[in-house]
């Protein structure tokens, strides 16, 4: 690790500096995906209102209903950043929260340095793919906290309290992912007491006593959820979301993943890494590091989301395994010297040579990180990846023809319209799929893919202009269908009006 004793750039803290640079460098990107734009509309409307709302402001199907804005104090740093800064600046916010989380993790990593960096690499890697300006990033940031105060108190005998519940009531108004926290305690729990009751030995155990201390930090942190503008209702709250059946059924993220996709893999390569490294380590793992493992790898399989809480609360699992298997492959080859077992110490004869070319080394790592960094954070940049992957010409169309409402819309393009659109359009459907329930959900899809009710339900809801994918099997009827007119199109998406009253 980092040697605090020197301000020496030795080898050891030239490679520390280069994987902070690396995973600084790799979260520096284009930073919106569908869901940013109404996380950032919602901030907007909190900052110009004075208010958190409690109904829908922005859907015309559900407008006025109640709606738990669960991420709210994330969307005003969201919009803070983007009012102030633009892209550029929620880019770089983006890619702060990821180093910050990571540094909360290399606090608990027991290996050598390389292996570490290793660890930490595909940690960051598998981790990636959740890194967008969203609620959940600073999430994913109160997970690594969250995780390094259990690391410390099983292994440092750290403390809990004031800091969990203090932790909690923050969490609990940034976003719903705090049930997360509440996971990571319950590994603890579930871990430390099967220690004790098998007596495990081989690293260090939290008394029963101490495991007494760590339940009373459960239940205040518990307690203290109803501190936020919904009470009590976000105890309910995860239950409610993933009670949700469309969303395994039919949104990506929520489904299991999907192994063939390239970005998925490195979640498979860290997950039998582990197995291997635990397999290899020559002594009994600890109950505490395999329900870790056990609990994020089951929830990485039940959904591709969870993959990056894999990938970032098992990163010291990997090093710490990694660790003694390397050491022990080595010493069953009958090498008394295990190399990179060690930090690398410099004797004082080399060390000037040594110590300008780390520097040298050090200022190139600086220069071409600098370089990939500035690209994405060039307006031009944001503007390109805005018009290939969203309807950014059928909004200008919309902005500029002013086709009338209320409007049907893509699932997908919901968050960009309400960012873009509202209050002059209110969307049908966008990311909060709380507020919409599995019910309504459904009734979407059955209008997306032309099925017997997709007529009867456009014109129940009065809808006077659909907003859709190009290329979809609604869009194809709707060419088809008497009654509407197709009024724009290019390769993303295609409008078409109703060309009489609803009946």
């Not at 492959?329 to 110490?345: C, I, L, M, T």
């Amino acid at each position: 690790m980092l040697n605090t004793t020197t301000r020496q750039l030795t080898t050891t803290n030239l490679l520390v500096l280069i994987i902070f640079i690396a995973i600084f460098t790799m979260a520096v990107r284009v930073p919106a995906d569908t869901d940013t734009w109404w996380h950032l509309a919602s901030g907007r409307y909190i900052v110009e209102n004075l208010t958190i709302p409690t109904t829908d402001p922005f859907s015309h199907p559900k407008g006025g209903q109640p709606w738990i804005d669960h991420g709210w104090l994330a969307q005003i740093f969201w919009y803070g950043l983007y009012a102030w800064g633009g892209w550029a600046l929620v880019a770089l916010a983006l890619a702060g929260l990821v180093t910050v989380a990571f540094w909360f993790i290399w606090q608990q990593i027991e290996a050598n340095v390389f292996v570490a960096a290793v660890s930490m690499i595909l940690g960051a890697i598998v981790s990636s793919v959740v890194w967008a300006a969203r609620p959940q990033m600073v999430t994913f940031v109160l997970v690594a906290i969250t995780a390094y105060l259990l690391h410390r108190y099983k292994r440092q005998e750290g403390r809990l309290l004031p800091w969990l519940p203090l932790i909690m009531i923050f969490w609990v108004n940034i976003h719903g992912g705090y049930a997360i926290g509440f996971m990571l305690m319950a590994a603890y729990l579930l871990g430390e007491a099967v220690n004790n009751l098998t007596g495990h030995r081989e690293d260090p155990v939290v008394s029963w006593g101490r495991l007494k201390h760590l339940l009373l930090a459960v239940l205040l942190s518990l307690a203290v959820l109803v501190i936020n503008p919904h009470t009590w209702r976000m105890w309910l709250y995860p239950f409610q979301t993933v009670g949700i059946g469309a969303l395994r059924d039919f949104i990506q993220e929520w489904q299991s993943p999907d192994f063939h996709l390239p970005y998925v893999q490195p979640f498979a390569v860290m997950l039998l890494l582990i197995l291997a490294a635990m397999a290899r380590a020559g002594r009994r793992a600890d109950w505490t590091d395999l329900a870790l493992v056990g609990m994020w790898a089951m929830w990485g399989l039940f959904a591709a989301r969870n993959i990056a809480i894999f990938g970032l609360v098992t990163t010291p699992v990997l090093a710490r395994y990694a660790d003694l298997a390397w050491t022990l492959q080595w010493r069953d080859w009958g090498q008394s010297r295990v190399p990179f077992s060690a930090p690398v110490s410099l004797g004082r004869a080399g060390q000037r040579p040594r110590l300008a070319l780390n520097s040298v080394l050090l200022g190139l790592i600086i220069l071409a990180a600098l370089i990939k960094i500035s690209l994405p954070l060039t307006p031009g940049a944001n503007l390109k990846a805005e018009q290939a992957a969203l309807p950014y010409e059928a909004v200008e169309f919309i902005r500029r023809e002013r086709p009338p409402g209320p409007i049907f819309n893509s699932y997908n393009w919901g968050g960009y319209f309400i960012f873009k659109l509202w209050p002059d359009y209110e969307v049908y459907i966008d990311g909060r799929t709380d507020l919409y329930d599995d019910a309504f959900i459904r009734r979407y899809l059955s209008v997306m893919v032309a099925d017997e009710n997709w007529r009867q339900i456009l014109d129940e809801d009065r809808i006077k202009t659909v907003v859709i994918e190009d290329g979809s099997v609604l869009a194809k009827f709707l060419r088809l269908e008497a009654g509407w007119e197709e009024v724009y199109s290019d390769d993303l998406a295609a409008i078409f009006v109703r060309t009489g009253s609803p009946p």
